[in-house]
């Protein structure tokens, strides 16, 4: 069956950095595109970023982190990143990953990010 699990979350300061990770299982990696998600609490879950499917990997950001976040894929470890830097307070959330267009989602990893 269809896996995606993240890893990556945990406490970080105010101008910190983190990367997350997404592992899929049980699809075709490659020809996917996939995506992050956060909820913030008492929040609707929000889009984040995507990459597109194959080695090119066009990407598409929400304003609010262009130029501090970066998505990326290797297609080999079927396992997408969000690289996150420059972090702030509203960054704080749980973040999911998702293939795009399919009701396949991970658990989620909490981030915190301290003031």
């Known amino acids: 069956q269809v896996q995606l699990v993240e890893s990556g979350g945990g406490l970080v300061q105010a101008g910190g950095s983190l990367r997350l990770s997404c592992a899929a299982s049980?699809?075709?990696?490659?020809?996917?595109?996939m995506a992050w998600y956060r909820q913030a609490p008492g929040k609707q879950r929000e889009w984040v970023a995507t990459?597109?499917?194959?080695?090119?990997?066009?990407?598409t950001y929400t304003n609010s982190v262009k130029g501090r976040f970066t998505i990326s894929r290797d297609n080999v470890k079927n396992t997408a990143y969000l690289q996150m830097n420059s972090m702030k307070p509203e960054d704080t959330a749980v973040y999911y990953c998702?293939?795009?267009?399919?009701?396949?989602w991970g658990q989620g990893t909490q981030v915190t990010v301290s003031s």
């Open positions: 049980g699809i075709i990696f490659s020809i996917n595109t």
């Open positions: 998702r293939i795009l267009n399919s009701y396949y």
């Open positions: 990459i597109s499917s194959g080695g090119g990997g066009i990407t």
